[in-house]
């Protein structure tokens, strides 16, 4: 019963972000969208936590609000998906549920 | 309110200016004028395309202050000033001449 | 009328919230005034000004070119915060090459930003008379 997170708020500003790490379980797959989206750069405060989860879950962006704020793909932490709004309807059908950590 | 240029109707807002940037062209600037009973000159035309130019580079229209001190760099100290600028545009630099340019009203302007 | 020391906090990243473009408007409405104004990239704001911004992928304008209009507007003093460019994996490199003209010096083009430390953010906020924060 893998879940999708959803997650819109920078991880630098608010602990939507963190707090869905500590809530999503192996198998689970996270988005990053608008603001969230910078928390998939590496050489972050914040890229150890994301990577950790990634041990056992997959982690995607969509890439639209990554290159908004000016952040190009090949500075990504290595293993994070880039999907666009098609990728994005397709992850929430392929999960059975979904949360967002608004 | 419509206003109508070679057939085609262009809209534009409750004060006349352009709804939509894209759809500019010189013929619509020139109509625009006309409505307001003025002939563009080339004189005209140096701040239209200014303003253009400007808008396309920062994404806003320019406060009269800034067009003012950009004109006078680029087309000579005698024209930097507001008299220059309102004998060309009497209802006020920037917005008659943002309204011909097809361009917003410009920020900070009432 | 005695002029005053403006400063304008950004701290939020662009376009995910209106906070960064409602802050632009009122720095470019507010310089009508002539006063001394400044501005400050703190947190996520320093992503306001992050290089190579673009939009088309989420269909909302990119007002980034505009912060290279602020030196038109005589707003050249733009203080970014070091720790957070570093918290954020970014340097002065990711950073548009935000300039002004010096009028006085035969239109010699200057950098407008000023990448200071934290603690010298602080003494640059505790320096102002007014403060807005977006």
């Known amino acids: 019963m893998a879940m999708l997170h959803i997650v819109n708020k920078s991880p630098f500003e608010r602990n939507a972000f963190k707090s869905c790490l500590d809530h999503a379980v192996a198998g689970d797959s996270i988005l990053m969208i608008e603001d969230a989206a910078v928390g998939a750069v590496d050489g972050t405060v914040f890229a150890d936590d994301l990577k950790a989860a990634m041990t056992d879950k997959s982690v995607y962006v969509l890439g639209g609000?990554?290159?908004?704020?000016?952040m190009s793909e090949d500075r990504m932490i290595d293993g994070i998906k880039v999907v666009d709004y098609a990728g994005f309807v397709d992850l929430t059908a392929d999960n059975d549920k979904t949360q967002s950590w608004v | 309110m419509?206003?109508?240029?070679?057939?085609?109707?262009?809209?534009?807002?409750?004060?006349?200016?352009?709804?939509?940037?894209?759809?500019?062209?010189?013929?619509?600037?020139?109509?625009?004028?006309?409505?307001?009973?003025?002939?563009?000159?080339?004189?005209?035309?140096?701040?239209?395309?200014?303003?253009?130019?400007?808008?396309e580079e920062y994404q806003i229209a320019p406060a009269v202050r800034v067009l003012t001190k950009?004109?006078?760099?680029?087309?000579?100290?005698?024209?930097?000033?507001?008299?220059?600028?309102?004998s060309l545009f009497p209802y006020g630099p920037g917005k008659q001449a943002c309204k011909y340019a097809g361009l917003p009203k410009p920020t900070g302007c009432v | 009328m005695a002029t005053k020391k403006f400063m304008y906090v950004n701290r939020k990243a662009p376009y995910g919230t209106v906070y960064a473009l409602e802050s632009l408007e009122v720095v470019l409405i507010a310089a009508a005034f002539e006063q001394d104004v400044s501005l400050a990239f703190?947190?996520?704001?320093?992503?306001?000004?992050?290089?190579g911004q673009n939009t088309d992928g989420i269909g909302m304008k990119n007002f980034s070119a505009t912060y290279n209009a602020l030196g038109d507007y005589e707003i050249n003093k733009l203080y970014v915060e070091k720790e957070s460019l570093e918290e954020r994996g970014l340097t002065e490199d990711d950073l548009m090459p935000i300039m002004w003209e010096d009028?006085?010096?035969?239109?010699?083009?200057?950098?407008?930003?000023?990448?200071?430390?934290?603690?010298?953010?602080?003494?640059?906020?505790?320096d102002q008379d007014v403060h807005y924060s977006f």
Do not use: C
Request: hydrophobic share 40%.
């Open chain 1, 65 to 70: 609000d990554l290159a908004a704020r000016g």
């Open chain 3, 103 to 126: 009028e006085d010096d035969d239109w010699a083009e200057k950098p407008s930003i000023r990448i200071v430390s934290r603690a010298e953010m602080a003494n640059v906020l505790a």
């Open chain 2, 70 to 86: 950009a004109v006078g760099k680029r087309l000579g100290k005698d024209k930097g000033n507001s008299k220059y600028l309102y």
């Open chain 3, 42 to 51: 703190i947190d996520d704001g320093v992503y306001q000004i992050a290089k």
């Open chain 2, 2 to 55: 419509a206003l109508v240029v070679n057939g085609v109707e262009v809209a534009t807002d409750e004060e006349g200016y352009l709804e939509d940037l894209s759809s500019w062209t010189p013929e619509i600037a020139t109509a625009m004028a006309a409505e307001e009973d003025v002939e563009l000159s080339d004189e005209h035309w140096d701040i239209i395309n200014f303003l253009r130019e400007y808008y």
